[in-house]
C-alpha cells in the first residue's frame, strides 16, 4: 500500500522558516515525480514544486522560486520541502503527492495536480504577518 505522510507544518512569523517533510512508503523511491502542492482555504489546490527522481531535476511555481526548496533523502525514503522567507500568503495546506512510474527528462511542472497518483494527508502551514 502506498502512503505518504506529512510533517513539520505548524505557525510562523513571516520571514521564518519551515521544513516539511514527506516520508513514503510502499513503491519504488526512483523513478517517480514527487511534488509538493498546496491548498488555502477558498482557493483551488496550486502546485508547488516536483522532483524528478530520474534525474533529480526540479521544478517550481514562480511563486516560491527562490524561496523553496525540495530535496530527498534516500535512505530515509523522505522528501523535504524547505520553505524559506516565508509569506502569509504562504499559509495553507501543503499535500506531497507522487506520480509512480513516470520515467522522463527533465523538470516536470506540478500543474494542478491531477497528474499525481497517490497523496499525502496533508499538513497545515500558517504564516502570520
Known amino acids: 500500500e502506498v502512503q505518504l505522510v506529512e510533517s513539520g507544518g505548524g505557525l510562523v512569523q513571516a520571514g521564518g522558516s519551515l521544513r516539511l517533510s514527506c516520508t513514503a512508503s510502499?513503491?519504488?523511491?526512483?523513478?517517480?515525480?514527487i511534488g509538493w502542492f498546496r491548498q488555502a482555504p477558498g482557493k483551488e489546490r496550486e502546485g508547488v514544486c516536483t522532483i524528478n527522481r530520474s534525474d533529480g531535476s526540479t521544478y517550481y511555481a514562480g511563486s516560491v522560486k527562490g524561496r523553496f526548496t525540495i530535496s530527498t533523502d534516500d535512505a530515509r525514503r523522505t522528501v523535504y520541502l524547505q520553505m524559506n522567507s516565508l509569506k502569509p500568503e504562504d499559509t495553507a495546506v501543503y499535500y506531497c503527492?507522487?506520480?509512480?512510474?513516470?520515467?522522463?527528462?527533465?523538470?516536470?511542472?506540478?500543474?494542478?495536480?491531477?497528474?499525481?497518483?497517490?497523496w499525502g494527508k496533508g499538513t497545515l502551514v500558517t504564516v502570520s504577518s
Open positions: 503527492a507522487v506520480a509512480i512510474g513516470r520515467i522522463r527528462k527533465g523538470p516536470v511542472s506540478p500543474g494542478d495536480g491531477s497528474g499525481m497518483d497517490h
Open positions: 510502499g513503491f519504488t523511491f526512483n523513478n517517480n515525480i
